[in-house]
C-alpha cells in the first residue's frame, strides 16, 4: 500500500494498492512497446501525443483535484501546469512532423583525396525503453506526462516512469490518461509504465532493458543515481536535471532607475510557488549604499507581508527549516525580513530574505536552499561584483538586470553567465521556463549531470537518440527519409553532400 | 626520459627528454587558449585549422618517417593517414564556415496558451578545455592531430593531448606542428599541450579545468578512465571509442554468387593494418555446407600465404598472443589456416583463421581480439544466421552481403543490424571510415562509452559544445550569428520561429 498525503492536514488522504513490480515483465513489456512505437513511425507518434494531450484534457478537473490534493500548489497553477504538460506534447509533434531532428545526412558515394567514398546515409535511431524519475515540485510538466516522458515517447523510446512518493495518485491518473491516449491513436502496448518503490528505482537505473534515464530532482538523489548508471557493466546515459544556486545581478543604473520595481519581481519570483523550482533566485547581488536601498525595501516589504506556503510534503518543508538553520547559523548572514508562520498542522514554509556579507560566502551559502529564501549580497565596485558572482558554482540560470548606463559591467556580467549558466535572463525573472524551440534547461554540474543537452524546449529529444550510418544500403532498404527522393512526410529537412537542404 | 621503441627491432632508437608536467600550468594556458580560441570567431579557428593542415604537409617526409620508425606501419599507409588528418582538420574548417553546428534557433517573443513568451535565442557554446588520448594504432588520424582535437579545436575548446607511448616522437613533431599552424593563423596561446605519463593521464581526466575527455583505445583503459571521470566531484563527459567484436554477416545466395570474391576482400579486410583497427571484422557468420565452401576456402588461402606482421608494440602483440591463445584454448575452436612466422627480433603477429561452432560462442570468442584473426562461424538456417548474431555485443560496425536471393533474411540482418551497430556496411567491409558529413563512428557500449556521439565525421564537433539560451538579451550584446540580421558569415542555417532556415 502507497499512501497518499495530504500537504495542507500532513494526514493520509488515500491508500493505493499498487500491483507487485516486477521489472522483468516490465522489461519484456517495454521492448514490445519500443517496436510499436518504431513501427508507427513518426506521423504514428505525432497522433498518438496529441492524443495524449487531448486525454490529459479530458481529464483536466480529476488531474488538478488529485494534484492540488497531493501537492497543495493550487488549482490556478496546477490548471496552467496541465495546460504547458498539454502543450509539450504537442510541441514535440510538432518536433516529428518537422523532422530535422534526425539529422539526415546524405554523402553519396565520390572521390577523395584518400580515395573513393562509399554512399553514406546517417541518421537518429531511439535508444530504447528509458526510465523516467518524476520530480516533486511539478506533478506534471517534469513528472509522469512531462517533458522527459513526451520527447522519449517522440524520439520512439517507450517509458518506464518512477511516480514521485509526494504525489502517486496524480502519477497513476496521468500514466491511465497517456495510455488512453495512446489507444485511441492505435497504439496496444503499454508506451509507459509505472513504478513507485524506491527499490524498484535503483533497479530500474540498472536494468539490462533500460537504455538511458531521466530525472529531475535533488543533487543527491541524482547524483546517486547518476553514479549507478555510470557503475552499470554497460554505463547508460543519465539526464538528471538537480539544481544549483540561480544568481540574478542588478546593475547600479538599473537599481536607482527601477530599485523598487526590481525589488517586487524579484521577490514574486523566489517565492512563486512556495520557492520550489529548481530556478528560483537563491542569491540577488545589488549595489551597496543608497543606490540598492529601493530595491531592498521593496523586497523585504513583500517578503514581511508574505504569508508562509504549502510545501509539497513533510520531506520538503523538513528541508527547508533545515537549510534555514543552516544559513541562519552562518557567520556573516542577517535576517532583513521574515513572512508569516504557517498553522499548526500540514507542512509550511515561511518566507525568509537574508543578507550575506560577501566574505561571508562559503559553506551552507553556497548551496542550493530549496524554499521561499532569498540571500542579498551587496557589492561596492564592478569588480566585487563579479567576485562575488565567481564564489558560486554553475547553474540552470543567470540573471542580469542592467540598464544603457550598466553597460561595462553589464559586458561582463553577459561573459560570465555564458559561461556559468544554461539560460542567461536579461531585465527578467528566471523562474519562467517556456516550452519552446529555443529553450535550453540545463548547465554544467551540479546543474545537471550532463551539460550538453536540455531537459525544456524542442532539442530535449535529441538525448534519446543515436546516430546510424548506413553504408551502401540499398534504396529500397533504407527508412524512407534517407532516400534520395523522398515522399511527402519524409521529406525533412537534411544535409545532402555537404549542403543544407531546408526541406 | 621517454623511450622511442622501434617495433621492428623491439630496441629504443631514440630518447625524449620530455619537461614536467605541471598540469596546474597546463590548466591555466588552457584557460589562455580557451578564450583566444573563443575571441578568434568561427573564421579564425577555421582559418587556423587550415594553416596546421598546411603546416602537417610541410612536415609530411619527417612526420611519416618517425610515425613509421614508431609503428612499423609502413610509408603508404601512412602517407595516407596523413593526408586524412589533414583533410579531416579541412572537413571542421568547413563545419566552422557552414555554421549549422551552432544549432542557433531563434523564438521571438509572443503569445502562448500559457501566457507570453519571452525573446529566446539558443546556440552551442565550447565547453573549455578538454583532454585527449591518442590511439596506438593511428599515429595520426587517431592521436595528437587526429579527429578528437580537430573537432575540439574547431568547436573553440583546447586540447591537452595525452601522447600514445608506442609513438612519442610523432606525437611531439604532431603538436609542435598544429602549434606552427596555430602561429601562422595568429594564435599566441598552446592550444594543444602534450603530456606522456600514465600518472599525468589520470590527474588529467581529474583536473578541475578540463571540461570533456576524448578517447580511443582499449576497453580496460577506456572504462577506466571513464570511471575516473564519472566519479569526479563535477563528473564530465567522457567519449571512449572502445571498439568490440565487429560482425560480417554472408547470405546464402551471395556466398554461391561470389563466394570466392568475399573471402578475398574480407581476407584482405581483417588482415588490414596487421589487424590494428577497431573496425577490424572479428567474426564472419557464413552459409554452412558446399555454399559457403568458396568463401572459407580462399580466406584460408590468403591467410595461408600471408606473412607475419610488425605490430605497434610489445604489448599489442603480447595481447594478440594472449587472445589467441585464449581462443585455442577454448572449446569447439579449430585453426583454419596460419601466416607466416616473423623474425627473431621485433614485435609481430601471425595472421590467424579460426572456425567456432556455434554452440561454442562464449567467453573469449565473444570479445575483441586485437590483431589479425578472424572467426568463422557457420550456419544453417536464417534464424540460425540470427541466433549467432545475438550473441555477441554492440558494436561499432555490422556488415552484411547479400544478393537479391537472400532478401528475406537480408531484412531481417538490416533491422539487427541497426539496433546494435553504428554503422551498417552493405556488400563491403567496415575496415575503411570515411571523413564525411553522413559518417558516423560510433554504437552502444562497450563500442563507445557514449552512443549518442561519433568520434569521426563532420558531427563529431558536437561532443565539445553546450547550449546556452539568451533570454531577452539586447541586439547589441548577442553573439552576432545569433541576431534578427546576421552579416555575412554570421548567417547560419538557423532555425526561426519553428521554421528551418537553410541560411
Known amino acids: 500500500m502507497i499512501a497518499s498525503i ?16 516486477d521489472l522483468d515483465r516490465l522489461g519484456e513489456r517495454a521492448r514490445a512497446a519500443h517496436r510499436e512505437l518504431a513501427g508507427a513511425g513518426r506521423g504514428g507518434r505525432a497522433a498518438m501525443l496529441r492524443a495524449m494531450a487531448a486525454a490529459l484534457e479530458e481529464r483536466r478537473a480529476e488531474l488538478v483535484a488529485a494534484a492540488d490534493r497531493e501537492t497543495g500548489l493550487g488549482p490556478q497553477r496546477l490548471n496552467t501546469e496541465l495546460t504547458r504538460t498539454a502543450f509539450q506534447l504537442g510541441l514535440f509533434a510538432d518536433v516529428l512532423d518537422d523532422g530535422a531532428y534526425l539529422e539526415v545526412t546524405i554523402d553519396h558515394a565520390g572521390p577523395t583525396p584518400m580515395g573513393p567514398r562509399p554512399d553514406l546515409r546517417r541518421m537518429l535511431d531511439p535508444l530504447g525503453p528509458v526510465a523516467v524519475f518524476g520530480a516533486s515540485n511539478f506533478p506534471f510538466a517534469f513528472s509522469v506526462p512531462g517533458g522527459d516522458t513526451a520527447s522519449a515517447l517522440a524520439a520512439g523510446c517507450p517509458v518506464v516512469a518512477k511516480a514521485h512518493p509526494a504525489h502517486p495518485v496524480t502519477s497513476l491518473l496521468s500514466r491511465d490518461a497517456l495510455l488512453a491516449g495512446a489507444r485511441a491513436a492505435g497504439l496496444a502496448t503499454d508506451v509507459v509504465s509505472l513504478v513507485h518503490s524506491n527499490e524498484a528505482a535503483a533497479r530500474l537505473v540498472q536494468h539490462p532493458d533500460i537504455t538511458a534515464v531521466g530525472f529531475t530532482g535533488s543533487l543527491r538523489v541524482g547524483r546517486m543515481l547518476a553514479d549507478l548508471a555510470a557503475a552499470r557493466p554497460a554505463p547508460i ?10 544568481t540574478l545581478v542588478v546593475g547600479r543604473a538599473a537599481a536607482r532607475a527601477r530599485g523598487a520595481r526590481i525589488g517586487e519581481g524579484l521577490a514574486g519570483s523566489f517565492m512563486l510557488g512556495v520557492g520550489q523550482f529548481c530556478t528560483k533566485p537563491g542569491v540577488a547581488v545589488v549595489p551597496s549604499g543608497a543606490d540598492g536601498a529601493d530595491l531592498v525595501r521593496a523586497l523585504a516589504d513583500r517578503v514581511a507581508a508574505a504569508g508562509a506556503g504549502t510545501m509539497l510534503s513533510e520531506r520538503t518543508a523538513a528541508g527547508y527549516t533545515e537549510g534555514v538553520a543552516h544559513l541562519l547559523a552562518a557567520p556573516g548572514v542577517e535576517v532583513l525580513a521574515r513572512g508569516g508562520e504557517g498553522p499548526a498542522e500540514g507542512f509550511w514554509g515561511t518566507p525568509l530574505l537574508l543578507r550575506a556579507r560577501p566574505d561571508a560566502l562559503a559553506g551552507p551559502l553556497l548551496e542550493e536552499c530549496f524554499g521561499p529564501e532569498l540571500i542579498v549580497v551587496e557589492y561596492d565596485t564592478d569588480d566585487d561584483a563579479l567576485a562575488v558572482l565567481r564564489r558560486f558554482g554553475p547553474a540552470l540560470t543567470a540573471s542580469i538586470h542592467a540598464d544603457d548606463g550598466d ?3 553589464a559586458a561582463r556580467l553577459l561573459d560570465h553567465a555564458r559561461r556559468t549558466a544554461g539560460r542567461v535572463v ?3 525573472y528566471p523562474t519562467g521556463v517556456a516550452v519552446a524551440w529555443a529553450m535550453h534547461h540545463g548547465g554544467p554540474y551540479p546543474a545537471t549531470t550532463n551539460p550538453l543537452h536540455t531537459s525544456v524546449g524542442a532539442s530535449a529529444i535529441r538525448r534519446w537518440l543515436r546516430p546510424v550510418c548506413f553504408q551502401d544500403v540499398p534504396a529500397e532498404l533504407l527508412p524512407g527519409e534517407l532516400r534520395d527522393d523522398p515522399a511527402g ?3 525533412v529537412p537534411r544535409r545532402v553532400d555537404g549542403a543544407p537542404v531546408a526541406r
Do not use: K, M, Q
Open 426 to 428: 536579461w531585465n527578467g
Open 6 to 21: 495530504d500537504p495542507r492536514t500532513g494526514t493520509t488522504a488515500e491508500e493505493l494498492d499498487v500491483p507487485a513490480e
Open 237 to 246: 546515459p543519465f539526464y538528471g536535471e538537480l539544481g544549483a544556486v540561480n
Open 407 to 409: 553597460r561595462p559591467l
Open 489 to 491: 512526410p519524409d521529406r
